[in-house]
């Protein structure tokens, strides 16, 4: 079985072949996905110490080597700002350029075209106005976070316009709407801000047959139910330590496919023969019937002898039948 018909049956619980570690996808993105600005190409690979503004005009902080930068500068902090902010403009050709240029590498060869919709909505925004703001706007200010999100949101439509324009099949949307105790927003800021927004994006690649994957750190078990109603396929990455496993797995059989939930500590810390172990309990308690793509839950600097041992753990343990 090819690879991307076996991922498609994983995601259908439909008698895959195996378990794998993610659907196969040459993934598309625009500039400033990954925070970088109009005037440099780094973003979110800038070296340690490196400042920077991108494209929102959002500041960033280089603080720890290996993940991200940190927002330090929220250019929409009081809602008196909104008037004169310069939204970007999805149609810009410095942001879309970069889609069209991506795409020409595409040889269409068992592969899922994606793009990707980093800092959706929520993370987007606190990112613009800062978190205890934007959390206390929700309360104080509804009309304003309103308005940002529904810009927000215009802007991941144009880009997923682009993305339609191309043949995307796989849209990658994100937003960590957990904590590693429970859930980072309530379910009325949720479903009163949030969902109205999301459902403008999943209406939109649901009526073109796109499959939607979307990625939250945290506890998550809060939101499935939510998730599995807007229509997401893939729930990624799965925190192994946040969630109860178990029960996330009952939640979501037969409806949405999971992707992750190998621990970050036993691929950081531990030894190879507790990488198979935990790999081996992962895709019998999560990819019975299918389901599954069995990876890391969180993307770290993690040693290379660790990855090379949980990608040989999935392909030693991920054979159906179980």
């Known amino acids: 079985m090819r690879a991307k018909e076996n991922a498609l049956r994983i995601i259908r619980f439909d008698r895959p072949e195996r378990v794998i ?9 625009y500039h400033g996905c990954n925070h970088e600005g109009f005037d440099e190409e780094l973003g979110d690979d800038h070296p340690l110490g490196g400042k920077w503004r991108d494209i929102w005009g959002v500041e960033w902080h280089k603080v720890h080597e290996g993940v991200m930068g940190l927002p330090k500068g929220n250019p929409l902090a009081e809602p008196g700002k909104l008037t004169d902010y310069e939204w970007p403009d999805p149609n810009d050709e ?12 595409f040889n269409g060869r068992d592969q899922f075209l994606g793009g990707f919709h980093r800092d959706t909505l929520w993370e ?57 105790r429970g859930p980072l927003l309530g379910p009325r800021i949720v479903n009163e801000f949030l969902v109205p927004e999301y459902e403008r994006l999943f ?21 499935i139910d939510t998730l599995v109603g807007l229509g997401v396929d893939i729930l990624n990455p799965l925190q192994s330590t946040a969630n109860d496993l178990e029960n996330v797995r009952a939640m979501t059989e037969g409806k949405m496919a999971l992707h992750g939930g ?7 810390d531990e030894p190879v023969e507790r990488i198979f172990a935990e790999v081996r309990e992962r895709i019998g308690q999560l990819g019975r019937n299918g389901g ?31």
């Open 94 to 105: 410095r942001i879309c350029g970069k889609i069209y240029r991506m795409a020409r590498d």
């Open 292 to 322: 599954y793509f069995c990876w890391m839950d969180q993307r770290l600097p993690f040693p290379e002898v660790h990855l090379d041992a949980l990608r040989m753990a999935v392909e030693k343990y991920g054979c159906y039948p179980l």
């Open 262 to 268: 190998v621990s970050s500590a036993t691929l950081m």
């Open 124 to 180: 987007k925004a606190y990112m613009l106005v800062g978190m205890e703001n934007m959390m206390i706007y929700f309360h104080t200010e509804p009309a304003f976070a309103r308005e940002v999100l529904r810009r927000i949101m215009d802007f991941q439509l144009g880009i997923a316009e682009h993305y339609a324009r191309l043949g995307v099949e796989l849209a990658y949307l994100g937003d960590d709407l957990g904590t590693q």
């Open 203 to 223: 209406r939109f690649y649901k009526q073109r047959n796109v499959l939607v994957s979307f990625h939250s750190c945290g506890n998550v078990e809060s939101v």
């Open 21 to 29: 570690t993610e659907p196969p996808a040459h993934r598309l993105c």
